[in-house]
């Protein structure tokens, strides 16, 4: 298992990873990580890994402990709203997914400029943010690739992009009215998406959710 990046950069390296990308309701979070190897063992030994294989609980107990022996760490969130402009303006997630990559990784890297580099958890099938950073850091090392979160830095990125998403999550639906919001996509967030716009109005509800779910095309055809 390739926990430390091993046979991928000799001392010191970023990780990035998101959260939110397939949920109707809440932010797309974006968060980047430095570690260096001795770091990299004792987050591991303290229970870092993939965000979905560890509780909400755990994710939240982890956070600060990350964001205290990083070498840096950047978090970037787009909350609803504006993320349903910015999706207006280029009409796809992954552009705006990559483009969440680019500005945490740039910031934590000009940070750290003794990183060697930087893995990131493949969404994209094309090499277009490896090579935007490549000409951005063009003596550093850039990688994609899937399940990249075995990785302690990208792990640690994804916990704390996790844990962002579940502290907006919380606020919004305090603004909303609700007990919780459901997580992922589907008849269940529907329902509760219906009943926030009977309360609050639809004009509200891009407050709240991303308005280029087919759910929240759905809530209108079928009213």
Not at 199 to 207: Q, V
Request: charged share 25%; with cysteine.
């Amino acid at each position: 298992m390739k926990c430390h990046g091993k046979n991928d950069f000799r001392e010191i390296w970023a990780g990035s990873d998101e959260s939110g990308k397939g949920d109707f309701f809440g932010p797309l979070v974006v968060a980047a990580v430095v570690v260096g190897r001795s770091l990299a063992n004792d987050l591991l030994v303290a229970g870092v890994k993939d965000c979905k294989q560890l509780t909400d609980k755990k994710v939240l107990e982890l956070e600060p402990l990350i964001k205290e022996k990083a070498l840096s760490y950047r978090v970037l969130e787009l909350r609803p709203e504006y993320y349903n402009r910015r999706y207006s303006q280029v009409m796809n997630l992954n552009t705006l997914n990559a483009s969440g990559h680019f500005h945490a990784l740039t910031q934590v890297l000009q940070e750290t400029p003794e990183a060697e580099g930087a893995l990131i958890d493949q969404f994209l099938k094309d090499t277009s943010l490896i090579r935007e950073l490549q000409k951005q850091f063009p003596q550093k090392k850039f990688l994609q690739r899937p399940r990249a979160e075995e990785d302690t830095a990208v792990a640690a990125a994804s916990v704390l992009a996790r844990a962002q998403f579940l502290r907006t999550m919380e606020q919004l639906a305090v603004a909303a009215g609700e007990q919780e919001l459901p997580k992922g996509s589907g008849p269940l967030q529907a329902a509760v998406a219906k009943r926030i716009a009977a309360r609050l109005g639809r004009e509200e509800l891009p407050k709240f959710v991303k308005t280029h779910f087919v759910t929240y095309k759905n809530l209108f055809v079928e009213q």
